[in-house]
């Protein structure tokens, strides 16, 4: 019946670092909270779990590993909240979720691994509803300061980061000008996402990465 179909929405930030994904994310939470919504704030690296210790010592240069590797982490990183992710979203709560897999293609394809390769560990995991892009120019994202000096905290690499979201494009990506005043991004980011909940609630089916 309707109801039973009825679940959760799955919705993305992605952006470069300091495009204001967190700040964004903690607003929607309390937007959707404000009318009523079950909702959840994830993120991703998540830094709790074994994998994601492995990957935060990685992103403070306190430890090495091959390219491909620490890759496969994040993926791992992702594939081991899957079912967590799943059961929330047909349990009826949406999840807004900063970063996800477009963040583990554009970084590591940035470093000059094979987009597709890039892309292969990333199949099967469940595909975002909506993926928002707060976009931001690398050099205005630097201009902000409070980058932490982790290791992909720099200009020429998020430049590279920048041309390899343009990549990733599709159709469920909506592009926001991340150089507007916070509550503009705010209003932009409420007005879609809004459309969004309201669409799985109807129930729209959940669909997998990449397809
Ligand atoms: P954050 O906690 O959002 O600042 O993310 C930490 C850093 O890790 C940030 O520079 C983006 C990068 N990152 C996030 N996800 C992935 C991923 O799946 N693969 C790679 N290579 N980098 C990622
Ligand atoms: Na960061
Ligand atoms: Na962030």
Redesign the pocket.
């Known amino acids: 019946n309707h109801k039973s179909d009825s679940r959760g929405a799955l919705i993305v930030l992605e952006g470069l670092?300091r495009s204001g994904k967190t700040l964004q994310s903690r607003k929607l939470i309390s937007y959707l909270e404000g009318l009523s919504y079950s909702v959840e704030s994830w993120r991703f690296p998540d830094r709790n779990t074994g994998v994601g210790q492995m990957i935060s010592s990685y992103l403070a240069n306190k430890s090495e590993l091959d390219d491909h590797a620490i890759h496969l982490l994040f993926s791992a990183n992702r594939w081991e909240k899957r079912s967590l992710m799943e059961n929330k979203l047909r349990s009826g709560t949406t999840l807004i979720v900063d970063r996800y897999s477009f963040s583990g293609v554009a970084f590591s394809s940035a470093k000059g691994l094979d987009i597709e390769w890039c892309k292969a560990p990333e199949m099967g995991l469940l595909a975002p509803d909506l993926v928002l892009y707060l976009d931001i120019p690398p050099e205005k994202a630097a201009e902000r300061g409070g980058y932490?000096g982790?290791r992909y905290?720099q200009l020429e690499f998020q430049r590279k980061v920048a041309r390899s979201y343009q990549i990733l494009h599709d159709a469920s990506w909506k592009t926001i000008d991340a150089c507007l005043p916070i509550e503009d991004v705010e209003k932009q980011l409420q007005e879609v996402v809004l459309d969004c909940v309201t669409t799985c609630q109807k129930g729209k089916p959940l669909s997998q990465l990449w397809s």
Do not use: A, K
């Open positions: 670092d932490g982790e905290e």
